[in-house]
């Protein structure tokens, strides 16, 4: 049925709403769980959009009570699933809003103030409550400055920024600096703790920024390895096929060993550079073990100019080929699985053969974080040993 | 004969009406409008219709089609937040909006954004994609026809500087162009369904520029993709190249057509002209004199006029690409000329607007309008206005 245009199938649902009523009633839960379940199983390289459409068919000429239903469905929804039911439900919204009806902004408000609901289902639910209210959703801001949902948390977040900037103003350094304490711990976003910790830095206080955005700084690094014509980022090197910090390797210029290498970087960049000076067409590896409490799947950020690939407990996570572009904190993100204990973390970062002067940069930053972005430390790290 | 049958072959490929400006640069990627009621002087007071505010940022052109215009912007700290709009093109009121959430990287260059690719319609849909991969088709009343998240399905396909490169549609099919150091490929995507119809590798290196639409020497249409090793045309049904130019292109300017050649960033500029001798393309001439920097190169009769980095305007002959005169102008530019009748519409990155007189001898600049935003994106032309859009804003000029 699905193998034809798209639409070729969407004429019949779309005269079977005009002719019906121009809005499907919701009766219960049970009338959106087969289209909810066909766009939740969109998958890679457009396999699904078909019948996603048809099935929007059902879902964008629903009431707009209906909303919190499809809401709930992002729960089971991939990224590209998410964008579907937002689109439903904004299509639901506008017509909504356009006719005039009150909308249902209680279930709305329950929905948003279950922070076990999807993160960014609330975050939906709130902004079409700020649309028709943005006063009440103002006021919903006030709690939700240790939200799980990243959005919702950063708006609140930033309320409590102009207070303490407004605090600041009436020269109330006391209370300004006492806010920006309680943000450094609240805040997720890098931009955020950056502001927080550059007021506090200027209100005389002192702020460990690669700590608190959890940097690992404690490494081991092997290298130089040759990668002349960028060959270092395939080449399967010792340390790659297994790690021992005892061994001695063929490096691209004689034997090579594992150095100690700490951090200290302000932005939480372990650069090769230091151990190695400047080098051209080369690669290196560099290695961190992780102590965690429990098995857990966490978020591995990294940020690099250079080409890198990392792996967590060997297993592979990911690479890219590209040099001297850009670095952000939080460049690329990974989902790993952290065991119980020990967990071996291993990052290869190459460098090429560019001779401009922005091409010197040969390092990486890394942060293990939870999906909000809250910085998850090493146990020895948490108790001390680490630094 | 031939240009008849060229305005035949353009007609049914874009299936046009009068006034829309359908994707990067217009009509078949030119820069030049046929509209004659362009003002050719510029007043705040009396030349802007409207001036609309925008929720995020963005880079991209506008699009027009009928009576409505379209617009792509990001927001948030990450710009992870896509917004895709529809103005009513007569007084600039909001229409419609959906906004989606990035499911690709979005680090860029902070000189320019996630929303850098000029979105694209075939009169029916608008194919609009981000810097992320993400790729949507919408109706033209916001209804969500598929997507895409072409980083997804392509996790090495990014740019730490951002992408920028404009799909064009063709015959049904949406050319997406993907060019980085870590992964590089065309895809032809079927503009009904959103599913891939055919994709190509293509060499492993960053480019930012645009596909251009040319008609080949059997008639049909191809798509040209420029990237550093030179020019490839190929068919849009099938991705199979047709033919080849090997000699090195620009990553940065995008090349112009006018009529069956090709005005290539190439050794400062080359031209290919589809060839009807049994071989694939003549190379006409190349001309370093013309070489451009950020901006593409516009064809305006038979003139072609380039921007280089100190913000000079150069004016060659398409017969033999010799150059005829050079005008300085208040740069520096990132945005594309577009071209009006004979006048030459220029924006710099500080927002200045600036008209110039191409039928003067060594053309002329005869208006200027300051904006007073930065502007990066090129304008557009549609439906007897002439759009600018910054970060902030996006103004409608018309004729007063």
């Not at chain 1, 053969?353 to 998850?376: H, K, N």
């Not at chain 2, 229409?95 to 929303?115: D, M, N, P, Y």
């Not at chain 2, 380039?306 to 102008?329: I, P, Y």
Request: net charge neutral; glycine share 8%.
């Amino acid at each position: 049925m699905f193998n034809r245009p798209i639409y070729f199938h969407a004429p019949c649902f779309l005269l079977a709403a005009w002719m019906g009523c121009g809005e499907l009633s919701l009766k219960s839960e049970v009338d959106f769980a087969e289209p909810l379940r066909v766009i939740n199983s969109v998958s890679r390289e457009g396999q699904g959009n078909a019948e996603a459409f048809v099935a929007m068919q059902t879902l964008v000429f629903a009431d707009a009570k209906s909303i919190p239903i499809i809401l709930a469905a992002m729960a089971s929804s991939n990224e590209v699933a998410l964008n579907w039911l937002r689109a439903a439900v904004e299509t639901i919204a506008q017509r909504h809003v356009a006719s005039g009806k009150p909308f249902p902004f209680v279930e709305l408000g329950k929905f948003v103030l279950e922070t076990s609901n999807p993160p960014r289902a609330r975050r939906l639910a709130f902004e079409l409550i700020s649309k028709v209210d943005p006063l009440t959703s103002d006021r919903l801001l006030t709690g939700m400055v240790n939200d799980p949902s990243p959005e919702l948390r950063r708006e609140a977040v930033q309320k409590l920024i102009q207070q303490a900037n407004l605090s600041l103003s009436e020269s109330n350094k006391v209370g300004a600096t006492l806010l920006f304490q309680q943000l450094l711990s609240l805040a997720r976003d890098v931009d955020q703790v950056d502001g927080i910790a550059k007021s506090l830095r200027n209100l005389g206080q002192v702020v460990d920024l690669p700590f608190t955005l959890g940097f690992l700084t404690q490494w081991k690094v092997a290298g130089p390895f040759d990668s002349i014509g960028g060959k270092g980022f395939a080449a399967v090197y010792p340390p790659e096929a297994q790690v021992d910090l005892a061994a001695d390797y063929d490096g691209k210029t004689g034997k090579v060993r594992w150095q100690r290498l700490l951090n200290t970087e302000e932005d939480g960049s372990v650069s090769m550079n230091k151990p190695y000076t400047p080098l051209k067409g080369v690669a290196a590896y560099a290695y961190s073990e992780f102590y965690s409490e429990n098995a857990r799947v966490v978020d591995l950020r990294l940020g690099s100019k250079n080409a890198f690939k990392v792996w967590l407990n060997g297993q592979f996570l990911f690479g890219q080929e590209e040099y001297h572009r850009n670095k952000a904190i939080d460049q690329y993100r990974m989902t790993g699985q952290l065991k119980s204990g020990r967990n071996i973390i291993l990052v290869k970062v190459c460098q090429n053969e560019q001779t401009e002067d922005w091409a010197t940069e040969w390092d990486f930053q890394l942060r293990v974080c939870d999906a909000l972005g809250t910085p998850i430390r090493s146990v020895a790290a948490a108790s001390g040993g680490d630094r | 004969m031939r240009r008849i049958l060229a305005m035949v072959c353009f007609l049914v490929v874009f299936q046009v009406w009068g006034g829309d400006w359908l994707q990067f640069r217009g009509p078949q990627g030119a820069g030049v409008s046929d509209e004659t009621q362009i003002p050719t002087t510029l007043d705040a007071k009396k030349n802007i219709a409207w001036k609309k505010a925008l929720p995020g940022r963005g880079l991209s052109s506008a699009i027009i089609v009928g009576d409505r215009v379209f617009v792509t912007c990001t927001s948030g700290p990450n710009q992870e937040r896509l917004h895709v709009i529809c103005l009513n093109a007569a007084d600039g009121s909001s229409l419609w909006e959906r906004q989606f959430w990035a499911t690709g990287r979005t680090t860029c260059h902070e000189k320019i954004s996630v929303a850098a690719p000029t979105p694209v319609s075939d009169g029916k849909r608008i194919i609009a994609l981000f810097s992320s991969n993400d790729l949507f088709c919408l109706d033209l009343d916001g209804n969500l026809l598929w997507l895409r998240g072409l980083m997804r399905d392509y996790p090495n396909a990014s740019n730490g500087l951002g992408l920028a490169s404009s799909p064009v549609v063709v015959d049904g099919v949406v050319v997406t162009q993907i060019e980085t150091d870590g992964e590089a490929f065309v895809a032809g995507i079927d503009a009904t369904t959103g599913l891939n119809r055919w994709k190509i590798d293509r060499p492993k290196k960053a480019n930012w520029t645009s596909p251009s639409i040319l008609r080949g020497a059997q008639g049909a249409m191809l798509v040209t993709l420029q990237s550093s090793t030179g020019i490839s045309a190929i068919d849009p049904k099938t991705g199979v190249e047709v033919w080849k130019y090997s000699d090195g292109a620009s990553t940065v300017p995008s090349s112009a057509v006018r009529g069956d050649t090709l005005y290539v960033p190439s050794s400062g500029i080359t031209a290919l002209q589809t060839s009807t001798d049994g071989q694939p393309f003549k190379q006409l001439w190349k001309a370093s004199q013309l070489r451009p920097a950020t901006a593409s190169p516009v064809v305006v009769d038979e003139r072609i006029y380039t921007l280089n980095d100190a913000g000079v305007l150069t004016c060659g002959d398409t017969t033999e690409g010799k150059r005829l005169w050079q005008l300085r102008l208040k740069g520096p530019f990132s945005a594309t000329p577009l071209a009006a009748g004979q006048h030459l519409y220029l924006v710099n990155e500080k927002g200045l607007a600036q008209v110039v007189d191409l039928s003067k001898p060594e053309g002329q600049v005869v208006s200027e309008l300051d904006l007073g935003e930065p502007i990066i994106g090129t304008p557009s032309i549609g439906g007897g206005g002439l759009y600018f859009r910054s970060d902030g804003h996006l103004w409608k000029i018309i004729k007063s």
